[in-house]
């Protein structure tokens, strides 16, 4: 089944400095990829997703790539904001019947002002 | 707004009691799932469900069984509680259409004493 790895588990980052979080998936048939926030106390939520079709997706100040040749994705966050501190989830998925996504083991950001 | 909700926030339980955990969508959704969120391993998939009365196993179905009735309704089982089952447990429902967002339900808190 897939399996995915997500790189670094904590990140601490200065209040407009860039943030970038990287993960790795394990079965090359996976063609969705979204990434969750979860603040403290509260349900993860999605923020951006891709899917294989598309290299780059951007949002404002948060962007995903996708590497499919070497099966890695990462998100990017810039001018990072102390309300950004989170706990971050990568997933993959076929996105089939029958399928359901699996997330790495997620990423704390701190961001100090 | 889809809610995704969970019958308790928090649960205390005996070690060797059955526990029922129960989830409800209201967005007509094919697809639900149980995940447990444990400090430093993510969110990790439980079972799934993707129509009524059918379930999959995801990657720790060990100690778990679970019911689908009704399409809204999705219950985790705890057979007999142990304290290594002390954990958070996230519900999700998705449409089962291509890139739709999954939402998470707000999380029951179990402990097993």
């Known amino acids: 089944g897939e399996n995915v790895e997500q790189h670094p588990s904590t990140l601490s980052v200065q209040e407009g400095d860039s943030a970038v979080i990287k993960c790795t998936y394990s079965?090359?048939?996976?063609?969705?990829f979204p990434w969750y926030k979860q603040e403290l106390g509260k349900r993860p939520q999605l923020i951006i997703d891709?899917?294989?079709?598309?290299g780059e997706k951007k949002d404002q100040r948060i962007a995903v790539t996708l590497n499919k040749t070497a099966k890695h994705f990462s998100l990017h966050i810039t001018e990072t904001q102390p309300e950004d501190s989170a706990v971050y989830f990568c997933?993959?998925?076929?996105?089939?019947?029958?399928?359901?996504?699996?997330f790495g083991k997620g990423t704390t950001l701190s961001v100090s002002s | 707004d889809v809610k995704v909700t969970q019958s308790s926030r928090y649960l205390v339980k005996r070690t060797g009691e059955k526990v029922f955990l129960e989830c409800v969508q209201d967005?007509?959704?094919?697809?639900m799932f149980w995940y447990r969120q444990d400090p430093g391993l993510g969110l990790r998939l439980i079972y799934f469900?993707?129509?009524?009365?059918?379930?999959e196993k995801g990657d720790i179905p060990e100690g778990y069984s679970v019911s689908r009735e009704k399409k809204e309704r999705f219950s985790l089982i705890l057979e007999s509680a142990s304290t290594n089952q002390t954990s958070m447990y996230l519900c999700?429902?998705?449409?089962?259409?291509?890139?739709?967002?999954?939402?998470f339900g707000p999380g029951t808190r179990l402990t097993v004493l």
């Open positions: 469900s993707y129509d009524v009365k059918m379930k």
């Open positions: 967005m007509d959704h094919e697809n």
């Open positions: 079965d090359s048939a996976s063609n969705y």
């Open positions: 891709i899917r294989s079709n598309v």
């Open positions: 999700a429902s998705h449409s089962g259409r291509s890139g739709n967002e999954q939402f």
């Open positions: 997933a993959a998925s076929k996105r089939q019947a029958g399928t359901a996504l699996i």
